[in-house]
């Protein structure tokens, strides 16, 4: 299992939970599942509904989601996970977390926020089949496209092994 995204989300998300320190920011990841990679081609931003406990909760609102979720789907691609911030908490996921995450399959990650900069970012699969048996696996994230521009020939041939898959 791998959340793979580009260096351009990886860091787009990781400045999300900055911005928003020292609450909680959350959003979605659209791209595509493909095997044991979840392809992540976009970070979409979303307002954390959590004005009660922004500090230590997140929430997205269903209309937001079942908009992001439509617009996505048009444009061909899923949701394939979800990102939040620990604002001066370790990026695991807390109990909280498990019980609130209900999309088999996604990935969630979560970024730590120390004192308003970005630390470690993890992401955790949820595995299972239903409610009752699903599980957090930790999964690696690849971030692409972070090859020096003059390594070029190396970086074609990164591309056309990844567009052979
Ligand atoms: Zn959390």
Redesign the pocket.
Same mark, same amino acid.
């Given at each position: 299992m791998v959340l793979r995204m580009s260096q351009q989300i990886y860091d787009a998300l990781r400045e999300h939970g900055e911005e928003t320190y020292p609450l909680e920011c959350c959003g979605v990841l659209l791209g595509r599942f493909a095997g044991a990679v979840n392809d992540a081609e976009e970070a979409v931003r979303a307002d954390n509904t959590r004005t009660d406990s922004a500090h230590n909760r997140?929430g997205i609102a269903p209309q937001e989601l079942v908009r992001i979720q439509r617009a996505s789907r048009e444009r061909g691609l899923e949701i394939v996970g979800f990102y &939040?911030s &620990?604002p001066d908490h370790p990026a695991r996921?807390?109990p909280?977390?498990f019980a609130e995450a209900h999309w088999i399959g996604c990935s969630y990650a979560?970024t730590a926020v120390e004192k308003g900069a970005a630390r470690q970012t993890n992401s955790f699969r949820l595995a299972g089949t239903t409610e009752d048996d699903k599980a957090f696996e930790d999964e690696p994230i690849e971030v692409t496209g972070q090859l020096d521009p003059g390594l070029e020939p190396w970086g074609d041939a990164r591309r056309t092994r990844e567009a052979a898959c």
């Open positions: 997140y &939040h &620990h996921w807390s909280t977390d979560i």
